[in-house]
Structures are given as C-alpha cells and as structure tokens.
Nanobody
Framework: QVQLVESGGGLVQAGGSLRLSCTAS????????MGWFRQAPGKEREFVCA????????YYTDFLKDRFTISRDNAKNTVYLQMNSLKPEDSAVYYC?????????????????WGQGTQVTVSS
C-alpha cells in the first residue's frame, strides 16, 4: 500500500500562485508515476497533470500547461504542483494520485492510490 498526503492548499487571490506538495509513504519506490487531479463542486474529477518515475516525461491537460508545472523529488518521495496566474475557475479540491503505470494516469485517468485532497480556493 502507498499513502499519499497533500499539503499547500489554501485561499489565494486571482493572479496569485500556490505550490502543492504530495508526499508518498508506505510501499513506495522511485518507479511509481504520480499526478494531480482536481474536482470542483458539481463537476466531475478532471486530470491536471502527471509525471513519470524519473521526471523525464510529463503530461498536462492542454488548458493548464502554460500555468501549472509538475515536478518531483524522489529523494523526498514528493511530487509538487506549482500553480501560477491562478483563476477563480481553478478553485477545486486537488488530489494527488500514484500508479505504477504512467499511462494509467494521463491516458486512463485512473490511479491505484489517491490522497485525501487539499482545497484550493481562488478569490476574484
């Protein structure tokens, strides 16, 4: 089992930035792919981005890739989501996800493991 714990969410004004972190524990290994999804009230969960085990490959949903950046530090078992130029429509619960198959995250939008989520609220 892998446990994922997100942090870094909060309230920010439009145009501001936030950095989310997700630390993995348990049966982790550096070969696991990680990603971020989000879900706004009344909407379905949507894919945000994913990164492969060594950070050499990333995928983003098209309309976010100019503002969001995913990265990872395997020494810390942590993945980050840097969010810039935030908009009110970015408000959502952001979930960290992990899977041993990279394609499961960015193609199937599925994951073996999920975090509990962290709230991001962007005020106008």
């Amino acid at each position: 089992q892998v446990q994922l714990v997100e942090s870094g969410g909060g309230l920010v004004q439009a145009g501001g930035s936030l950095r989310l972190s997700c630390t993995a524990s348990g049966r982790t290994d550096s070969s696991i792919a990680m990603g971020w999804f989000r879900q706004a009230p009344g909407k379905e969960r949507e894919f945000v981005c994913a990164i492969n085990w060594d950070g050499t490959s990333t995928y983003y949903t098209d309309f976010l890739k100019d503002r969001f950046t995913i990265s990872r530090d395997n020494a810390k078992n942590t993945v980050y989501l840097q969010m810039n130029s935030l908009k009110p429509e970015d408000s959502a619960v952001y979930y960290c996800a992990a899977d041993h198959h990279f394609g499961s995250l960015y193609s199937d939008y599925e994951a073996d493991y999920w975090g509990q989520g962290t709230q991001v609220t962007v005020s106008s």
